[in-house]
């Protein structure tokens, strides 16, 4: 476990997503439903997906479209088998927390 702070809360607005850099990585961290933190870089063409309307548990990238489910990782289009990986994630009384292990 490797437990790292992120943000402060209520910095990521309800039914919204934002972008974090994290040892290098771009991780997308979603309000929505509780908190889900995934890879932030879409399969298809690598835009971020961070930003990209949700429907649900379900994110759009906003380039091309493509669909995954923020609690899974799960594309949900084109591909099957196709994830990307997420990590948990956690609000604590300091601050939005994040295990990249
Ligand atoms: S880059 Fe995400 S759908 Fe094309």
Known sequence: MAWKKIAEKNTINLNNGKEFDINGK?????????Y??????CVHQDSSI???KLDGDIVECPSHFWHYNIKTGELQDYLKGV????????ERNDGIY???E
């Open 26 to 34: 771009k991780i997308a961290i979603f309000n929505q439903d509780g």
């Open 36 to 41: 889900h933190a995934m890879d932030a870089i």
């Open 50 to 52: 961070a930003t990209g």
């Open 83 to 90: 994830k990307l990986q997420t990590y948990p994630v956690e």
């Open 98 to 100: 994040i295990d990249l």
